[in-house]
């Protein structure tokens, strides 16, 4: 049906920056289908959390409060390829960054697990250290 694959992670400083990127791929009649993307993380010895996610319609975009300010989430013109702009990143911020995708309409994905959407990919490892 459709696959996500993560890249764009890595070492970095705290107060620097990096760009994830979350790629679709698959069946065009499922990804033209996807209404909502958005990533999710998990630090070391904490629970998977939500971080943001963008519409596919009017491109509305919601954040962790924890990550307001600080990371923007955006799709290229394509709507198949997602990225989160991770700005003034904190050691706070080391963790394994997830993509994940759903069909569903007016779903609130900040309030769903992960496991509970319809696509995820395999994640990227972020981490911030000096």
């Known amino acids: 049906q459709v696959q996500l694959v993560e890249s764009g992670g890595g070492l970095v400083q705290p107060g620097g920056s990096l760009r994830l990127s979350c790629s679709a791929s698959g069946s065009i009649f499922f990804l033209n289908n996807i209404n909502v993307m958005g990533w999710f993380r998990q630090a070391p010895g904490k629970e998977l959390e939500f971080v943001a996610a963008?519409?596919?319609?009017?491109?509305?975009?919601n954040y962790a409060d924890s990550v307001k300010g600080r990371f923007t989430i955006f799709r290229d013109s394509t709507k198949i390829t997602v990225y989160l702009q991770m700005n003034n990143l904190e050691p706070e911020d080391t963790a394994v960054y997830y993509c994940?995708?759903?069909?569903?309409?007016?779903?609130?994905?900040?309030?769903?697990?992960?496991?509970?959407?319809?696509?995820r990919g395999q994640g990227t490892q972020v981490t911030v250290s000096s």
């Open positions: 994940a995708g759903d069909r569903r309409s007016g779903l609130d994905i900040a309030s769903m697990a992960l496991a509970g959407l319809d696509y």
């Open positions: 963008v519409r596919r319609i009017g491109g509305r975009a």
